[in-house]
Nanobody, 115 residues
């Protein structure tokens, strides 16, 4: 029903930045709270940042607060995650999805922070 495609990952050095993007296929994107999740090898998926439907309310995990910024462009059906001051423990596959009741998961985008 809904397609979520993440992009923007890559390999960066500690302290560097990346901007992730998520493209959603459905027009209902604009009325859904959305979130970024990540999963590191051998670990469970965790929520890292969420955004209310119109972007007015955001949330962040303790680990990323102050370093990551979630934003969205509902006209373009896009969710973004600006990641600054990256650390090696940010290394994970990053996924976007509904904040509360997740749909099927996409491929995700790999973020690797060296050091």
């Amino acid at each position: 029903q809904v397609q979520l495609v993440e992009s923007g990952g890559g390999l960066v050095q500690a302290g560097g930045s990346l901007r992730l993007s998520c493209a959603a296929s459905r027009s209902t994107f604009s009325i859904n709270d959305m979130a970024w999740f990540r999963q590191a090898p051998g670990k469970q998926r965790e929520l890292v940042a969420g955004s209310s439907a119109h972007g007015g309310v955001t949330e962040y995990s303790d680990d990323v607060r102050g370093r990551f910024t979630v934003s969205r462009d509902n006209d373009k059906r896009m969710l973004h995650l600006q990641m600054n001051s990256l650390r090696p423990d940010d290394t994970a596959v990053y996924y976007c999805n509904l904040r509360w009741r997740q749909a099927s998961w996409g491929q995700g985008t790999q973020v690797t922070v060296s050091s």
